[in-house]
């Protein structure tokens, strides 16, 4: 079987890789594919994803070798390498680590993030996006993301899809630190209009 490793932050599961560990281990893939769900056993989310499959714990000697064995790593962070998993005994294994890169977006890019996500940099097999415009931008903005059709996904959020999974109507405040959203200061106070 292939080995997959899915990956959100190593200390909460509450981003697009946990929403794919959780679709993972709930359709026919589960039995065709061993995949793991990389988070620490410390944090409060563990519990909660273990009821959906195998975890390892970051930072272990199973964790370094199933980089090593691993079909694909899925990410929602980006940048992560063989010099972020095994940091100094990173010229020893580099070239034993061969699997697919598959990039689940974090959120959506609002410019052009090219510099530290192009092929050459991130080298994503899959490079997810989250709507038209973001789709369109990789693809086309003066070829500076690198990638070609069949690299590119549109997708959406897979952590969006559990919002809908509640039916209750609520309504959410999010506070903003863009400025364009958050209107002018008002006079002699730090509030914001």
Request: net charge positive; proline share 2%.
């Amino acid at each position: 079987k292939q080995i997959w490793l899915i990956r959100d932050n190593e200390k909460r599961a509450k981003d697009s890789g946990s929403e794919m560990f959780k679709f993972y281990s709930q359709n026919e893939y589960k039995d065709k594919v061993n995949a793991y769900f990389i988070l620490d056993r410390n944090c409060s989310d563990y519990d909660k994803m273990k009821v959906y499959g195998k975890i390892i714990q970051p930072d272990s000697f199973k964790y370094k070798l199933y980089h090593l064995l691993a079909n694909k790593l899925i990410d929602t962070r980006g940048g992560i390498n063989g010099k972020y998993i095994f940091k100094d005994d990173y010229i020893y294994v580099n070239d034993l680590i061969n699997w697919e890169y598959i990039w689940l977006i974090h959120g959506i890019m609002t410019r052009n993030e090219s510099t530290w996500t192009n092929k050459f940099v991130l080298n994503a097999k899959l490079f997810a996006t989250c709507n038209q415009r973001e789709y369109e931008s990789v693809l086309l903005e003066d070829n500076s993301y690198g990638y070609n059709q069949s690299e590119v996904a549109l997708t959406g959020l897979p952590r969006h899809d559990s919002l809908f999974a509640d039916k209750q109507k609520k309504i959410l405040f999010l506070p903003t630190w863009r400025k364009h959203l958050a209107g002018d200061l008002i006079p002699g106070t730090s509030d914001r209009s």
